[in-house]
């Protein structure tokens, strides 16, 4: 025991000292985005550079929005009726007869794939006395309630009806089963309760469709798709996945090679329902004390992207390279080595940054091959619960390789030991679920009632509860 | 406790974790938490220990996963956990004694 030091033992009064100060908070972020994109050698496309356009201020947000069973009920009526909200991938239901159930709260849709190939949705409900007709994603030649054996075609055409000299009241040919409006982006089915509501695209808006017209889903496949059901409100989970403010702290992991401190959040006045982040990898944070050179940068980033190359020439920086340009340069191999991708299509901001775009209010696709992500919060009639989905879309070549199951961890499978099918980011995924409940059940204890928010860096979050208001208060 | 390559040998109170040690005592260590369990950012490399060392236990096993993948091993733990009871050896690169701050200098009193 000779270098136990014999003094103070830890705990006692003495043994406290004052911890090392935090690195000071510079007044203005030390550089921004667009300055990083501006210098990448490989440019990225135009749209990166149509930086924040619109301005929300620096007003609280009443925490009770996030507990509230009054204002859930609020969002059920005035918003989850009215908008086009991402249903499931095209793909999951690739032949005529697939069927995907898709729940909102208490109403449920089936999305049909059609004999022609084209897609329906109808209501979930047998029209004889509401039971579902079905109740999990399933291939049926025909529609049939499992209670009666009411029976409607895929196209929702009415088809046989038991006993029927005992519904004297029942006209055969207005008894088709009722639409709902589904339509198709880039792969992925939307489907929208209100009649009245503009078409799918004009939801979306012309900035979000060109903004994607790169990037094209049409050669991914879903290789990953883990759903949890966690304590929290929706809301409360997408707010953790439309900033980055809390990277540093709750994946410190990343701080050597991500700078999310001076990433760019976009929201524009002629897209109301689109919001983006882009935020810079392959550069060490700012607020990291002391902040890693280029090289040990580069050396986190190539363990992730090409660990093969460690140790070799081209596991080091070239000369005139930085950690970002080096880092691009391994990312752009790593996706040729992966996935046969033509790297001269591949900036270095696409081959490297979390870029994530949300279309409100359960949409949030990442383009690039860095994070092939698709994010989804449903909430449950509960506002302290809500579903939580995670889906990676990797590119393939050749035939189109079948859409992953769906591996749902109920409310308590862990996504380190029970997904690791999430790879690296598991870890990232694991620590949102330790927080998230924590976050819920803090919000009920803020003597304030408010949150306060950043006016940059959770400016999607401000955006997401005024696209939220909008539509309440309609 | 020696720890490379800075070349300093410090010693530790019973139970108190090594970066907690090092901090009293004036070093600079690689954190973001502060001693949570939670950044993985402290990782030492144990290179001797004269005792067998203790397991790292559930939360430490945890935050082991935030360290990067290529750096992780067997000998690889966190110093805010690790609490040695004999003579140890670490490496960990970045840690650092600062300068001393300077003093301001006293104004004359009036």
Known sequence: METLDGGARVGDAEDLFDPPPLKPEPEHPPLYMRDVLARDPFPPPANMFEDQQAYLGSGPIPASRYFSRDYAALEKEKMWSKVWQFACWGHDIPNPGDIHVYRILDRSVLVVRQRDGSVKAFVNACLHRGRELCETHTHQNELKCPYHYFTWGLDGSHKWTPAKWDFPQLDEKKFSLPEIR????????????????????????????????????????????????????????????????????????????????????????????????????????????????????????????????????????????????????????????????????????????????????????????????VYRFTPLEDPDWCVWETMLFHPFTGERPPSCAVNDLGTDGSMVDDATELGGLALVLHQDDVQLPAVQRGMKNLASGELILTETQELRIRHLHKVLEDYINR | MRIEPLGETIRLRPGEPLMRGAQRQGLSWPTICHGQAFCGQCWVRVTDSAEPLPEPDAKERNALRAVPSHLQGPTVRLACQLKPTGTITVERAQVSRPAPTPKPEQGQAE
């Open chain 1, 182 to 373: 589904v339509e198709e982006w880039n792969g992925f089915l939307f489907v929208n309760f209100d009649t009245d509501a503009p078409n799918l695209a004009s939801y979306m808006g012309s900035r979000f469709l060109d903004h994607w017209k790169g990037w094209d889903f049409s050669n991914r496949y879903k290789a990953v798709h883990v759903k949890k059901t966690i304590n929290c409100n929706w809301k409360a989970g997408m707010d953790a996945f439309i900033e980055g403010f809390h990277a540093f702290a709750s994946h410190s992991q990343g701080a050597a090679i991500s700078c999310e401190d001076i990433g760019q959040f976009d929201i524009y006045d002629d897209a109301p329902h689109m919001s983006r982040f882009i935020l810079p990898l392959g550069m060490p944070s700012f607020r990291l004390d002391p902040r890693p050179d280029d090289a040990t940068a580069f050396e986190y980033m190539c363990a992730g992207f090409l660990p093969e190359a460690l140790g070799t020439d081209e596991g080091r920086l070239q000369p005139g390279e930085d950690a970002r340009a080096g880092s691009a340069r391994v990312a752009r191999k790593s996706y040729v080595k992966k996935y046969g991708i033509d790297p001269a299509t591949v900036s270095d901001s696409e081959a490297l940054d979390a870029i994530s775009y949300f279309m409100f209010p359960n949409f949030m696709p990442w383009p690039t091959l860095a994070y092939p992500l």
